[in-house]
């Protein structure tokens, strides 16, 4: 039915056998664990457990609550997981997740990277400021005094965080709405083919050349019931950041360098692709640690250079032997042999020859001109020494007159460039970031009073008083005394002028590209985290690998409806057309026509909620306008009693119809996993509506 899906993603091997073992402690007086050769197999403690524990209505069900399964379930309405949180089976909804010690990218200001570590950066979102700090008395929203870490939320938001532009392909900047500690799950770890590696849940959505899959779906994997690694699909590729527009700075790009190598390419070949120099392409080989591709000099047997001459003066050792004793020195013996310098020193030193080398003028007993001689002195008489006195009392400025005076207070002009300063944050947030002139978005930004402060002081201290403009046009309109014009012909500009087009990037950007799988590896369960991250991308780069954000919001996925990304069906759940009854035996039909016209009341919903969005609603408010089962992926971890209690409960006739097809959907794991307990199971509780033991 559906699109409804239940994987298994973790399991304990040999349950029946563990379960055997803590029954069989209860009462055995020695170690059960010493005794672990002695244990039936798995089939026979299976046999055991059913006669021992379940046949008879026995009563002591707590050795069934060892062992674990843990279920992936998705595509089901929000109503049936709502049903089945409280019976006695564990729930997370994050399971797009990331391990502890991956790298979350951000730009700063510079245009230098930092890369902080997402576990640090959820204890940061949670927690604070690392630094420990004392509060003496109670604080300003009523703290207690005593020692804390001050919040650092508002700090992380505004960080810029590199996230993909999808529409352009080139990375930008976006920022952080929310952290998450998604709880302990499997975890496997991708490495690629140039070395990097990423730790993630086999949900995790990234981006590859076909577009946004999870983990699983992108690199082909298939597990075994313990987690463990079958196989995977070789050539999958997951899309990665690092490479530069338009073969503009590729020389940067480890991969890209390092495949050229491969190819053979020398320095100077690879610095033509790249458009830049060999010194450039050695430097970044070298940063990389990479060894370039070297060429063989040297000349093949019986090939000669170009300017060989057998016949040389400078080769003969009669004739360099003949000027040495007539005391010529090397550059007149190159001069009179019609060749360079080095060939000479070669061959002198080539026949064991020394050069005759010149005096300095200090080996011919010259005397420096001012040996002997003291320092410099100006030798003034005591009149120059009284005119210099009185020419710097006269002409040098002194105390407040000095260009370096720093004493005194600050005067009027100077306080009200310190508030306007203080008070340019809020001036920007409420025009948007938006300069009031060019109508550019996110430039450096000043704030400006529109009423100049020479015109009427009054007005300097008036908040209303103040827009935003960006550096160049607040100094062109100051440079060029357009103070006047524009305060006549101001208007406020609430949308940026290029928000809906696509110019050419400028400088370097970077694009995505792809980069091999070659290995996955199972690390068992771990601490996972995740981000939201604002609109309008809703990625990030995660150790140079783009992700997707947490699945926990829906609202992304109800925007993607009204922008036709997605099929409606595909965010909510609407029963087929068909005969129903109620649970009192009250039947009514479903027809295909009330089901078009509850499509078109989701349809309302999800322009409801953007109208709402985009009126500045918090999401979590917007999301209780809409209807109640979207659908919903979730992580299940049960043990057999808590399994069998939820399919005694929801697999019975008159259960909701999506929990049964939920239940009938985890059967066949847990017959596969438990298979004598399940098969007692069928045989004395399935479908019969009695409590679980």
Known sequence: MDRFTVEV??????????????????????????????????????????????????????????PQIVLNVGWFPHSTMQQIRTHRVGVSFDVQCLSGDTEITFVQASGSLKKIQIAELYDLWANGEKAVRERKIRGRNGEPPGLYRRDCKK?????????????TGYFETSHIQDVMCSGIQPVYRLTFEDGRSLNCTTNHHLLTPKGWQTMAEAIGLQTAPNGEVLTIARDRSVMANGVFAENEGVYRDQTWLTRQIKLG???????????????????????????????????????????????????????????????????????????????IKKWVYAYGLSLNKRPTPFQKGFTPWNKGKPGYQ?????????????????????????????????????????WTRQIAPQVHEKFDYICQCCGIRGHELHAHHLVPVFADESLAYEFENLVSLCKDCHEQIHHKNLEAEFADNFEPITQPTHWHSKPKPKGRKLMAHPLKVIRVDYLGLQMTYDLEVKDPWH????????????????????????????????????????????????????????RQQDLEWCLQACHRYKAKIDAGFAEEHARGLIPFDVRQHWVMSAN???????????WKADAQLEAQKMCEAIWPCFQAWVPAIAAWYEDNRLKKARLAP
Not at 52 to 62: A, E, I
């Open 378 to 418: 100006l030798n003034l008489s005591p009149s120059d020494i009284a005119k210099r006195r009185e020419n710097s009392a006269r002409y040098t400025k002194r105390g407040a007159e000095s260009n370096f005076w720093k004493g005194g207070t600050s005067d009027e002009r100077e306080l009200i460039g310190a």
């Open 265 to 343: 390419l020398s320095a100077q070949e690879i610095a033509d692709l790249a458009n830049c120099s060999d010194t450039t392409v050695r430097d970044w080989a070298n940063r990389f640690g990479l060894k370039l591709n070297s060429r063989n000099t040297r000349f093949k047997k019986g090939q000669k250079p170009w300017n060989h001459n057998p016949h040389a003066l400078y080769r003969d050792k009669a004739w360099l032997e003949e000027q040495l004793q007539q005391g010529l020195h090397v550059d007149e013996m190159a001069k009179a042999a019609g060749c360079s310098v080095e060939a």
């Open 640 to 650: 057999p009693r808590s399994l069998m209690h939820l399919l005694d409960l929801r």
């Open 155 to 167: 700090r992380l938001r505004t960080m810029r965080l590199r996230v993909l532009n999808e529409e």
């Open 539 to 594: 990625n990030f780069v995660a150790n140079g690998l783009v992700v997707h954000n947490s699945f926990r919001y829906t609202g992304s996925r109800i925007l993607d409806v009204i922008d036709g990304k997605r099929d409606i069906e595909e965010v909510f759940y609407l029963r087929p057309v068909g005969a129903y009854a109620d649970r009192q035996g009250k039947k009514y039909d479903y027809t295909a026509e009330e």
């Open 9 to 66: 993603i973790s399991q304990t091997p040999n349950p029946q056998q563990t379960i055997y073992a803590a029954m069989h402690q209860d009462y055995a007086e020695g170690f059960v664990a010493h005794e672990r050769d002695q244990w039936p197999s798995e089939e026979k403690a299976g046999e055991v457990v059913i006669k021992s524990l379940l046949k008879g209505g026995r009563g002591h069900y707590g050795p069934l609550e060892h």
